[in-house]
């Protein structure tokens, strides 16, 4: 019997248990259309779709674009009205309540999507239900044999190593092993596991083919957010992604299952011998994102190819951005970035002034010579060497040094702005230098040096003199040229901007926030061995000094001795000598 009521102001059938005031939306990131590119093979081609608990509209309107029924079920009543408004013209139906409040459809939904947090799927006069709770009821809303899509949290993933988030719960099973025995407990088969990352959804074989490449990716899918953390987790998601971790430390897991009671094939990923991963471009607004399917190639490098056919250039500004490049061969190689800060961590002074020139050389390698205008700083015109519209865009992270030498990890960016080759060198180090003093990295300069003196060192190494005018335009140009893809609150170059203004004011502040606590304990462990160190130099020198004074007083006490006096009477007549005879010979040389 179906016990829902039409909430007819805003076509939102009520379930009960329903919550009547706030909101569940928390700003965070989740799985969009995008994610179909390696789960869209599981699902039917027709049918209702029961989708629960908090989802990217655009997850909703593809599987709807798709010929699905889809059926949205939120808890908290003005997300409910307000997704009803969003997604009227796709034809969601969405439904209010606690999940434990639906009635059964039919024989069961074709499919079930729930990539939640189980308590959010539950109103609050719903008793306390167990991880496998949830998962039995899930399983038994779906037809026999229909696919079950789940997200896991992982309770030992990167953001629980580096953030500090809630302990997580603890009726998860820790672990895919365990994850896997509880499914089948709840009458599921489990086909496909995906690690997922925040913007990233990786099968488990592309992670454990993945190299240095891919790694990257992983990494700059893992930039910490505004929310404070333990540490960077960008480096150690590439640490475990080359040590072939990059699964079991993943976040969570999206996990495919099915209905036991049904004899059909467990659904699987893509059905392809060539293991995916696909991106979603997190970290640029929407007009810019370009979701991108990556594969692996028959010769062991890697493909990629944006997922959506419109593959037109998009404009804004003096930005451009060409999806149609990022079809083809992904470069091989280890961001210039990577390697630099590797350098420094070694006190490799040598490699890291090879590694700053060749990036120079690289910029200047088909560059023009032509007028430009500052229009970032100024007005100021000048003439010399501009840099290619494509490399005025990349910094260091998107330079991958491989074996043809320097290449752009992402091709599709670009400016019409004529940029001096200087000013585009300048910047990437500023930006380089300000993410190893952030992240607390080793380096072999002195601790508590701003990235402004850091990146004239830097560049001296490559002949380039910098003058504080050049400090303050590459760093006007960094923001001009982020305008346009930067997030609301400015972006990375917008308070690097607002930092070197506080450096000018008092020079005693040049180090940058830490990112995390744990690069905080390490900057403040270099500041007390190098405090140590001039307390060490300050002793010595004391010492010293006291040495000396020593000295001069037993000079002193000699001088006014007895024995003193006698013997330079009796010397005084030969000191005299010795002076008129040395005032006599310059004279006659003269």
Known sequence: MDTTIEDTADAVRLLGGEVLAGSDADGADRYGGWLLALVGAALPDRGRVLVAGRHDDSLLTALADRGLAVDL??????????????LAASGVRVLCGGLDRLPPDGSGYAAVIALDDPAALYGPDSPPRRWADTVALLA???????????????GLGLDRLTGVAAASDTDVPPGLAAVRTALAAAGLRTGSVLAAYPGLVAEETALAAAGDGVASLVAAACL??????LTDPAPLARDAVRHGLGVALAPAWVVLTCRADDDRPTPTAAPTARPGIVLADRGVPDFWAVPQLLQRDADGGWRRAPLSADTAPRALDHLTRDPSTLDGPVPAGVPLRDLLVAAAAADDLVTARELVRAYREWLLADGTDGDWRAVWAG?????GPLAAPGKAVADLSGVLLGPDGPALADPSWSTTLAVPVDLVFLRALQRFCYELVAGGHRHPWPVGVSPDRLAVTLAATAGVAVSARDLAAAAAYAVHLDEPRAPADGGDAKRYAELRERWSADPGHGTV???????????????????????????????SVAERDRR??????????VTYRIGYLFTFPFHIGIRLLRREMRRLRS
């Open 513 to 543: 926030p830490p990112t995390g606590y744990a690069e905080a304990v390490r900057l403040v462990g270099s500041l007390t061995a190098e405090l140590a160190d001039a307390r060490a130099q300050i002793r010595w020198l004391d010492d």
């Open 73 to 86: 079920v939120l808890r908290n009543l003005p997300d409910a009205r307000a997704a009803r408004t969003r």
């Open 224 to 229: 910490p957010g505004p929310a404070p953390v």
């Open 140 to 154: 038994a809303l779906a037809a026999p044999g229909a696919p079950a899509l789940l997200l896991v949290r992982n």
């Open 552 to 561: 001069l007083g037993e000079l002193g006490t000699l001088r006014r001795s």
């Open 379 to 383: 007005d100021e015109t000048g003439h």
